[in-house]
């Protein structure tokens, strides 16, 4: 609720200009403020084997295990909304093991669009049932398709994802400066609600400088 506030208070300004129009959204993967722990045994069996205990995780218990590349996060998953001008709208948290095909229908049943809006989004959330949610939801489906298994994309297909990725730069920048700037790249607080709300709290900070850069943009001209 803070968060729509101050972007009613920007638009009141006329310093967030919305036009409806595009939506992009993405999620970017925070670690937990609780490093895990693992426990070992400091003598071996009668046999001479070592056995190893059950691992013992923080009390982070709402975190989880996601593995990227070669590097495994132990932590959750931030997904923002933001339009055209680059000012967050919507911040969903999850487990980071929570798949964003699934977790993508949460997202727009919870958001507000106008008719029409087109949302993007990278192909972690391409599958037939979202494409449908967004037309019958009466939204514009912008979700990069992603190859099937031994097929290459077709011309069209490819040539659309390169438009979409343009298009999505905005919110990678965001992430980027969250994290940079912000530090979001750790929680500094254990479980998703209050994940959740450091989450809101740097989008918050975030809008708010991005309206002192379009405010001076309008000062000068």
């Known amino acids: 609720p803070l968060l729509e506030m101050i972007n009613l ?8 200009v919305e036009k409806g129009e595009h939506k992009i959204a993405d999620a970017t993967l925070v670690e937990s403020a609780r490093r895990p722990r693992k426990t070992y045994p400091a003598k071996a ?14 009390d982070d218990k709402e975190a989880s295990w996601l593995k990227k590349g070669e590097k495994a996060i132990y932590g959750y998953a931030s997904t923002m909304v933001c339009d055209e001008s680059g000012m967050v709208e919507q911040v969903m948290t999850k487990p980071a093991n929570e798949s964003e095909m699934s977790n993508f229908k949460e997202l727009i049943e919870t958001g507000k669009f106008d008719e029409g809006t087109r949302v993007y989004y990278d192909k972690g959330a391409d599958s037939k049932k979202n494409h449908q949610l967004l037309k019958d939801k009466k ?4 979700i990069m398709h992603k190859a099937k298994r031994g097929k290459r994309l077709g011309v069209y297909d490819r040539l659309r994802n390169k438009i979409i990725s343009k298009r999505r730069q905005v919110v990678e920048r965001i992430f980027g400066t969250i994290k940079r700037v912000y530090g979001f790249h750790r ?19 975030y809008n708010l400088k991005r ?5 001076k943009t309008q000062l000068a001209g």
């Not at 069996?45 to 923080?58: F, H, K």
């Not at 939204?139 to 912008?142: E, I, T």
């Open 187 to 205: 929680a500094r607080y254990i479980g998703i609600s209050k994940v959740q709300g450091e989450a809101s709290i740097k989008a918050i900070a």
């Open 211 to 215: 309206a002192l850069s379009i405010q």
């Open 9 to 16: 208070a920007l638009e009141e300004a006329r310093l967030k």
């Open 45 to 58: 069996d009668e046999e001479g084997v070592l056995q190893v205990e059950e691992a013992t995780y923080s």
């Open 139 to 142: 939204l514009k489906s912008g």
